[in-house]
């Protein structure tokens, strides 16, 4: 099973600010199917990123992935008040199918 | 606009059983591969079973390997898990997810929650 450790487990940052969120893999992640998910309080996860790079469909151009093999990032430009949620990434390279622990972008 | 609709959740004493569904509707259903995706209170997301669009191949974490049955009836759009022999630690929300292109999950439903407690 691929572990993804995701960091840091929580990002501070003022409206306006640049996040960079990290996922690394316990092995090589096959074909980049690594994914980037946001998630906020009561709602279900929402597709940010896949295939490591590719924005999901209606995602603003301000979120952007990165990464090949075991180390992966998730940058968001400039923050908007509604981005300041949970993220997690998740590998999708073979069956076991495995999510990291999860990032919370909060207000500072 | 692709719509998954779970259903199914509720109370249920450790032991016992649960069957969750998920109405999937405005996509080619039979096309695409669907999984199971649960989130303890306060805590990450696991995917606890797969099933491909023609159901003839099945995935299942080890945490609910021999409990848990993922089916999907394609005539009617819909998917299913079984749940047996259920623990504490099933406690969750449960959300259905379609698989996109080369497998990440485009669609979630809103989720169905499972609270197993005497």
């Known amino acids: 099973e691929i572990v993804l450790t995701q960091s840091p487990g929580t990002l501070s940052l003022s409206p306006g600010e640049r996040a960079t969120l990290s996922c690394r893999a316990s092995?090589?992640?096959?074909?980049?199917?690594l994914a980037w998910y946001q998630q906020k309080p009561g709602q279900a996860p929402r597709l940010l990123i896949y295939?490591?790079?590719s924005r999901a469909t209606d995602i603003p151009d301000r979120f952007s992935g990165s990464g090949s093999g075991t180390d992966f990032t998730l940058t968001i430009s400039r923050l908007e008040p509604e981005d300041f949620a949970v993220y997690y990434c998740?590998?999708?390279?073979?069956?076991?199918?495995?999510f990291g622990q999860g990032t919370k972008v909060e207000i500072k | 606009e692709v719509q998954l609709l779970e259903s199914g959740g509720g109370l249920v004493q450790p032991g016992g059983s649960l069957r969750l569904s998920c109405a999937a509707s405005?996509?080619?259903?039979?096309?695409?591969?669907m999984s199971w995706v649960r989130q303890a209170p306060g805590k990450g997301l696991e995917c606890v079973s797969t099933?491909?669009?023609?159901?003839?191949?099945?995935y299942y974490a080890d945490s609910v390997k021999g409990r848990f049955t993922i089916s999907r009836d394609n005539s009617k759009n819909t998917l299913y898990v079984q749940m047996n022999i259920l623990r504490a630690e099933d406690t969750a929300v449960y959300y259905c997810?379609?698989?996109?292109?080369?497998?990440?999950?485009?669609?979630w439903g809103q989720g169905t929650l499972v609270t197993v407690s005497s």
């Open positions: 092995q090589s992640v096959t074909s980049s199917y």
């Open positions: 997810a379609k698989h996109g292109r080369a497998g990440s999950f485009d669609y």
């Open positions: 998740q590998q999708y390279g073979n069956s076991r199918r495995t």
């Open positions: 295939g490591a790079s």
């Open positions: 405005e996509f080619a259903f039979s096309t695409y591969a």
């Open positions: 099933i491909s669009g023609s159901g003839d191949s099945t």
